[in-house]
């Protein structure tokens, strides 16, 4: 097999070519698209909904027509109803979708922003064509599709020769519009080799404030959708390379500022899984003398799969070359009797180089650096001090949609004398709006680079800062909403914290009153689902700021989020410093509004003379996390959504609450030096420093009193920090430190920051199978949006090649069950059950058809990691579950959830139950919980 070595070899084919070329397949894409619309939604609602909404299933198949004569309920048209309607896409692919006969200003007027967010379903064909010659050798190979699908959120491709029963497999489109974002290998059904195979295309396409903006802003009131949408034919069988996957770090010096790099690789084999044996750098002497990569283990690359190679860079001397020739060694795993010989990809990285000392002259010097996260590597730019380091680092979280490696980026912040800045990617340009695994990445951006300067031989030797110190934490617009979050969920960790032109959370910027679900669901299971976003809400968890340094910034006139947003967060925090009025507020929280001041404009922070001010005093703060001003007369309260991703606050931690879903609140308060009252809320275990007491006296002298009873401290004397737990009403113990770690809870969005690549596990022989084909399109979203790694096993591989990080299992009812199922749930952890083509939960059987369940369970051998279960009693439920998979923020999905054929039309009106586990993984509806039985 010959291996491309650089993009893959494409057939690219002209979308609107009226004859096919006589010698290859061609595909031709109909120009002209039916328009059915809009429908009002709220944002990521379409992951509840069909995203064919509104035909029903009769609709689309066996036979997909347009009926001019029927029309359909909307509440945006004058009158109620919408037809169909038509829009050609242009040349180029793309394609402007607009409603202007609907009267959106009369709309805004009282629903604002959240008028405009509707809904629209686009249909055309498609229509593949063979070779003139079916005994041609383009013939032998049967093409796979690669598609781009710019800004929309969901496509697919429906075989004209389908029945009933057939249940359309929806893609998750580039809703963001990642540049980086490999396009997507789908393979298509048994072409015919002597005529047209003509497919339906449905697309899903939704307006989205965050994404197209307020059309104000550009002098119209009429919002327009904005999709490029173009496909190609590809006949390969090899692995390429995907260099916009790439992840490379600088060389300072002739050395890499970093210890891994990431090497983007695509199977364009529709039916062959590669394994990557070894990689190595193809210069005998260069890899002798100076640099050599090592791959850890044996990687494997699943069918029309892109993956990012993590290679660990080992370094003995410095490198000068621009350009690094590299040989990657693959074998066939099909090939089970091991009669082919390896195949060997020959590829190159280039390389960018800088010395040191013209870094201290480069106005701008923007390093690249790479470390590993989650399984994968990440990138951030690093901008070095002018001087010597010896103050704190200043981490950065740039806005949705901003690349790190865009020009402007590095101006962000004015460079510092003192400091480093580093701008963390949040592992993709809009991330997980800086929650989950991006806010993983923000926490672990100055550590990293701390690591890094200590292994450099440039700057081991220079002064620097602690790797486990605090650092200063900036961020603008989806990084300014993204500061208030890590800040406030891990308030010792963040000296200081500068937000600007933040949005408080996503349900406040754009309200959702348009909700279609909300027409149809129980309020209790409203609840519920809320809960599962309850993480997300910043001014539910502003308090834990309180004793902070805090400026925050706001242009009066900005366009893109309304300044309410910010005033309203500091009217929070300043309530809660009011509230405690205590010695603790030895902090600040001030706040400037620029007025006239949009959104951004150049030299943003350099042109607020407070902001330079307050950089200029943050980084001089202690970077002692124990340094926190505490003692007696302080008292505070800290709010906790979900422990795992919540820190400590002045040294008090909660470690696991009573009620999962429910906020979780200690309020401390040092009566005298010898003295500390707590009192809790929904807590069920947590610690404190026992070495702030004992500062002021012994054990004896000390005393804490937790919900009006004293607890006896002598047990602690060896154990720092105490842990405390609850075992009554108003009871409480001393446990020791090494007590093992609770079950992590939360909302299912949680299992997406994973120690390790994430492994997804699909029935045995299920190579042309429903779960492949879904292994498949989850594995390219979470690459997409948040660009984890993934790997797709079969159940009879899965136990020995699971590894650390989060696991999904998939099963489609009982054509397609997973017989990993009993091995990995059968300790009973939670209270589902699965068989083939049926779910039991506590219990009660659910067989009915078209349902769908996803469900959260603790990692069978590994505490603190989480297995996900995509399950269905059949494809249709199986599919409707997989909609549901949080890759995106604002989709409420908590610990379970079940869900029926209605949530096609009524959204989560159609979700059967759902709820959080207690905290033994069983459920009581007692406590957050709710089913339709």
């Not at 600040?588 to 003379?609: L, Q, T």
């Not at 931690?653 to 979780?664: H, I, M, N, T």
Request: aromatic content about 8%; hydrophobic content about 40%.
């Amino acid at each position: 097999m010959a291996l491309d070595t650089s993009a893959s070899t494409q057939q690219v084919l002209s979308q609107h070519d009226a004859a096919p070329r006589p010698s290859s397949w061609t595909a031709r894409l109909g120009r002209d698209w039916d328009v059915l619309g809009p429908f009002p939604i709220r944002a990521r609602e379409q992951h509840l909904l069909s995203p064919a909404f509104p035909l029903q299933g009769s609709e689309i198949s066996p036979v997909f027509q347009r009926n001019d004569t029927k029309t359909w309920s909307t509440a945006l048209t004058d009158g109620g109803l919408v037809h169909w309607s038509d829009v050609v896409q242009d040349d180029n692919g793309h394609l402007s979708v607009s409603f202007p006969a609907v009267r959106w200003e009369a709309i805004r007027a009282t629903e604002g922003w959240a008028a405009l967010q509707h809904h629209a379903l686009l249909h055309t064909t498609l229509t593949v064509t063979p070779p003139a010659s079916s005994d041609s050798q383009d013939a032998t190979v049967q093409p796979h599709l690669l598609v781009n699908a710019i800004q929309a959120s969901f496509f697919a491709f429906l075989p004209r020769d389908r029945d009933a029963s057939y249940v359309p497999q929806w893609h998750a489109g580039n809703i963001y519009a990642y540049p980086r974002a490999p396009k997507q290998a789908i393979p298509l059904p048994a072409l015919s080799l002597t005529e047209e195979t003509t497919f339906d295309v449905l697309l899903s396409a939704d307006y989205e404030i965050r994404l197209f903006g307020d059309p104000q802003s550009r002098g119209s009131e009429l919002p327009i959708i904005e999709i490029d949408f173009s496909v190609e034919l590809e006949q390969e069988d090899s692995v390429s390379r995907e260099r916009q996957l790439d992840v490379v770090p600088d060389f300072v010096d002739g050395f890499a500022f970093g210890d891994v790099l990431g090497l983007g690789l695509r199977n364009a084999d529709s039916a062959t899984t590669w394994e990557v044996l070894s990689i190595r750098v193809a210069d005998a002497e260069v890899a002798s003398a100076a640099l050599s990569l090592v791959q850890e283990r044996p990687v494997r690359i699943a069918p029309l799969q892109s993956r990012v190679l993590a290679v660990k860079i080992e370094q003995g001397i410095l490198l000068a070359v621009d350009e690094l020739a590299i040989e990657v060694e693959l074998r066939n795993v099909n090939d089970v009797a091991g009669t082919a010989k390896p195949s060997t990809l020959r590829t190159t990285l280039s390389l960018r180089h800088f010395d040191s000392v013209s870094l201290l002259q480069k106005e701008l010097p923007a390093l690249s650096a790479t470390h590993m996260l989650g399984g994968s590597p990440v990138q951030m730019l690093v901008i070095p001090p002018t001087h010597e380091s010896n103050a704190l680092p200043i981490v950065y979280l740039h806005g949705a949609g901003v690349e790190i490696d865009m020009p402007d980026l590095p101006t962000s912040i004015p460079r510092q004398p003192h400091s480093w800045i580093t701008y963390p990617s949040g592992r993709t340009s809009w991330g997980f709006d800086w929650h989950g695994p991006s806010a993983r990445h923000a926490l672990s951006a100055a550590p990293a680079l701390a690591r890094i300067l200590a292994s450099h031989p440039t700057f081991s030797s220079r002064p620097s800062f602690a790797e486990d110190g605090r650092f200063v934490l900036v961020g603008h617009s989806n990084g300014g909403q993204g500061a208030w979050f890590v800040a406030a969920r891990n308030p010792d960790r963040v000296a200081a914290v500068m937000p600007a032109a933040a949005y408080m959370k996503s349900q406040a910027y754009i309200a959702w009153s348009l909700e279609r679900g909300a027409h149809y669901v129980d309020p209790i299971l409203g609840a519920v689902l809320k809960a599962s976003m309850t993480g997300d809400d910043n001014d539910l968890l502003v308090g834990n700021l309180v004793g902070k340094k805090v400026l925050a910034l706001h242009g009066g006139a900005d366009e893109n989020v309304p300044t309410w947003h910010t005033r309203e967060l500091v009217s929070v925090l300043r309530n809660w410093a009011s509230t405690n009025s205590s010695d603790t507020d030895t902090g600040s929280v001030d706040f400037v509004e620029m007025p006239g001041k949009p959104h951004w404009y150049p030299d943003y922070f350099a042109r607020i003379p407070e902001a330079l001010d307050f950089l200029e005093t943050a980084v001089r703060l202690s970077p002692d996390v124990s340094s926190a001003p505490v003692g007696p007369g302080s008292k505070w309260t800290m709010t906790v959504a979900w422990p795992h991703e919540s820190g400590s606050m002045y040294g008090f931690r909660v470690l696991e609450l009573e009620v999962p879903g429910r906020l979780a609140r200690l309020t401390v308060e040092w009566t005298n030096s010898y003295t500390v009252k707590i009192k809790t809320s929904n807590v069920r275990s947590f610690s404190f420093p026992l070495g702030q007491l004992l500062a002021a006296g012994t054990i004896e002298e000390s005393q804490v009193v937790v919900d009006g009873v004293p607890v006896p401290l002598r047990a602690a004397s060896g154990s720092l920090p105490v842990i405390l737990s609850k075992t009554g009403t108003r009871s409480w113990e001393i446990h020791p430190a090494s007590r093992s770690p609770t079950r992590p809870v939360g909302p299912v969005s949680h299992a997406l920051d994973t120690a390790s690549t994430i492994t997804i596990v699909v029935p045995n022989d299920a190579h042309d199978s429903q779960c492949r084909s879904a292994a498949l399109r989850l594995s390219n979203a979470l690459l997409t949006y948040l660009a984890l790694d993934v790997q797709i096993v079969s159940a009879a591989d899965a136990t020995a090649r699971v590894e650390n990080g989060t696991t999904i299992v998939l099963s489609a009812g009982e054509d397609e069950f997973n017989d990993y199922i009993p091995h990995s749930l059968g300790d009973g952890a939670t209270p589902f059950s699965i068989e083939p083509g049926k779910i039991t939960l506590s219990g009660y059987t659910i067989d009915d058809p078209s349902t769908g369940a996803l469900f959260a369970h603790p990692h069978t051998g590994r505490p603190g990691s989480r297995t996900v279960y995509v399950v269905g009693t059949d494809a249709s439920g199986f599919e409707r579950a997989l909609r549901l998979f949080p890759w995106r923020t604002g989709i409420p999905v908590p610990e379970w959830i079940v869900i029926g054929q209605d949530a096609d039309s009524m959204a989560a009106g159609g979700v059967l139950g759902a709820g959080f586990w207690d905290r033994s993984g069983s459920m009581d509806q007692q406590y957050l919980a709710w089913t339709a039985w």
